[in-house]
């Protein structure tokens, strides 16, 4: 956190300045009070009228000094939670994918938006109006010595009483803080999933339990924040309490030295005055440093958001001329069972590739570890001669492209979710579209590639959206193209004329994992990857796999 105040240290200085001016003003307000009532006791017009006028130029003063510094300090907030803003998205989205998904995206969302929220409301605000009242608070201290050494040692006996509430309170704030921040996180998964479910719970009747579900979630979250609520209620009203106290024992005291002739009536009204300026701060600051201190863990959690692009940010500038060589490769999600286990592969650039085996053999784990997503696997993975582990994953992209079973459109045109960002000549736009078969269905949109596709590309059939992601990977000239069941949406026609398309390819390295097993669609691969179970059983060219492996026999059903 500390490096966001150092970045903004200019305008911090600047509002530190302009809050403390006023907060010196504020105090000198009370010896003010006691010259005016002592000229009212004493009768003096003429010093009167002076003092008026004093006072009035003084107000202004004091409402510009106000102003400033609360404008001062409003964009410092506004700064410091935009940065932390950009450095938890930063942060988010340099990971490994593998980590990336290890969150779900509603707990991002709520640290960007409800955590944000928390440190500055909590956090730095709090910690800006500290520092403002500390200041208050000095100059009230001096001043209040110098009028009654007595009534001072009263008010700091008081004070003394006031700072035992939140230090027996902070510990337990923080515990509930924290427990709202993470049911708000959980309010805002449940939330995100029920709303992404809307179609299957309308056909499902569903909506009774789903909103049995909401309500449960709701109710949590209300408690969760109820249950720290009463703990800040219980330390607002011991710390009221004890101020009104205090002015209580002041007006005695001071009334007594009146009495007795020791101070005069001025005297007393700016020790009134001064009084209730010593608590405030007070009662501020312990207001706040509870509030402070419960936001530790938050903003402990958004720092290492943050931190995780520094990590990633190394490496070198991935290459493939040659070959995408895997050796002796072993990965594990969890630490116990291999998803993959020793493979050894050689994908040489421009060769196709047809990748098969049951469902959850390791076919779609094989390609993420390939592509970059996870870190933790065992053996090597080299493009051309650079081992993965010094490659620059995020710049992989350049090389490959994947194209998943279910595809990512943004709420776009067809065209801007081709192009993404890219700009690219007319002759490639329509080399992509028709090898991807996008223009097969572009004359049926009413704007062709101008038409919107909706939330997540929902204007579109599945088999469009696949055309679609095949057509982002086409344009670029990726180098190599993945396809991870990537045209099992579409119709077996447009699927074998697609895949077709790519195998004629010259300089293309295609890797396809397959379902279909079609003898007229495998034979065009060079090499057919059978998998069992998280290993390589055997690798060769269709007709020579289904000649010698009885198990692919038995697997293709032959
Ligand atoms: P497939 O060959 O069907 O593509 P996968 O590679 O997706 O198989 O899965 C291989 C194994 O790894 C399966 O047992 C699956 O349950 C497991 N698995 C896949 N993804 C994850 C994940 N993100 N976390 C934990 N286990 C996973
Ligand atoms: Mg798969």
């Not at 707990?107 to 909590?122: A, F, P, Q």
């Not at 027996?168 to 029920?194: C, N, P, W, Y």
């Not at 943004?410 to 993404?420: H, K, M, Q, W, Y």
């Not at 396809?512 to 060219?541: F, R």
Request: include cysteine.
């Amino acid at each position: 956190m500390k490096r966001y105040w150092k970045r903004n240290k200019l305008i911090l200085a600047v509002t530190l300045l302009l809050c403390t001016a006023a907060a010196l003003m504020t105090t000198f307000v009370s010896l003010l009070l006691q010259q005016v009532t002592d000229t009212a006791v004493s009768g003096d017009m003429a010093l009167f009228k002076k003092l008026l006028l004093f006072a009035v130029s003084y107000m202004i003063m004091l409402c510009l000094m106000n102003y400033f510094g609360s404008l001062a300090s409003k964009l410092l907030v506004q700064r410091m939670t935009r940065q932390i803003r950009s450095d938890v998205y930063e942060g988010v989205m340099h990971q490994y994918p593998g980590e990336f998904y290890k969150t779900n995206t509603a707990d991002y969302i709520s640290s960007l938006i409800n955590d944000v929220k928390i440190i500055e409301e909590n956090y730095i605000l709090p910690l800006l109006q500290s520092i403002e009242v500390i200041v208050m608070f000095v100059s009230t201290l001096v001043l209040l010595l110098a009028l009654s050494p007595a009534v001072t040692g009263i008010l700091l006996v008081t004070l003394l009483l006031m700072f035992a509430v939140p230090a027996l309170m902070g510990k337990l704030l923080e515990k509930r803080q924290d427990a709202v921040s993470r049911q708000l996180a959980k309010f805002t998964e449940k939330t995100k999933d029920i709303l992404s479910g809307f179609e299957v719970i309308r056909s499902y009747q569903l909506l009774p339990n789903m909103r049995m579900k909401f309500e449960e979630e709701n109710k949590r979250t209300a408690d969760c924040k109820f249950a720290a609520d009463k703990v800040t209620a219980l330390n607002e009203g011991l710390s009221d309490t004890l101020s009104y106290l205090c002015v209580v024992v002041v007006i005695f005291t001071s009334a007594f030295f009146v009495i007795k002739g020791s101070i005069t009536m001025g005297t007393l009204m700016a020790l009134l005055q001064l009084s209730g300026s010593f608590l405030t701060p007070v009662l501020l600051i312990m207001e706040n440093l509870p509030k402070i201190k419960s936001v530790k863990p938050i903003v402990q959690r958004l720092c290492d958001l943050a931190d995780t692009e520094i990590e990633a940010e190394q490496g070198r500038v991935p290459s493939f001329h040659r070959e995408i060589a895997v050796s002796d490769l072993t990965f594990s999600y969890d630490g116990s069972l291999n998803a993959l286990n020793h493979i050894s592969l050689r994908f040489a650039k421009g060769k196709k590739y047809a990748v098969v085996g049951h469902s959850g053999c390791g076919k779609s784990t094989l390609i993420k570890v390939l592509s970059g997503y996870y870190k933790d696997y065992q053996g090597e993975i080299f493009y051309d001669e650079d081992p993965l582990s010094l490659l620059d994953t995020k710049n992989l992209g350049s090389i490959l492209s994947i194209l998943h079973q279910s595809v990512y459109l943004f709420n776009d045109t067809v065209r801007n979710n081709i192009a993404l960002e890219g700009d690219f000549d007319k002759a490639t736009w329509e080399q992509a579209l028709e090898a991807s078969g996008v223009s097969q269905f572009m004359a049926l949109l009413e704007k062709g590639l101008n038409s919107p596709v909706g939330e997540n590309g929902n204007r579109l059939s599945g088999g469009q959206r696949q055309r679609v992601a095949l057509a982002r990977a086409l344009i670029r000239k990726a180098k190599v193209i993945i396809l991870d069941e990537g045209t099992s949406a579409l119709d077996p026609k447009t699927a074998l004329e697609i895949e077709s398309t790519l195998l004629t390819r010259q300089d293309l390295t295609l890797i396809t994992i397959t379902h279909s097993l079609n003898p007229a669609l495998l034979s065009q691969y060079d090499q057919v990857i059978y998998m069992e179970d998280g290993s390589v059983k055997d690798m060769a060219a269709y007709e020579q796999l289904l000649e010698n492996n009885p198990s692919f026999r038995n697997f293709c059903g032959v």
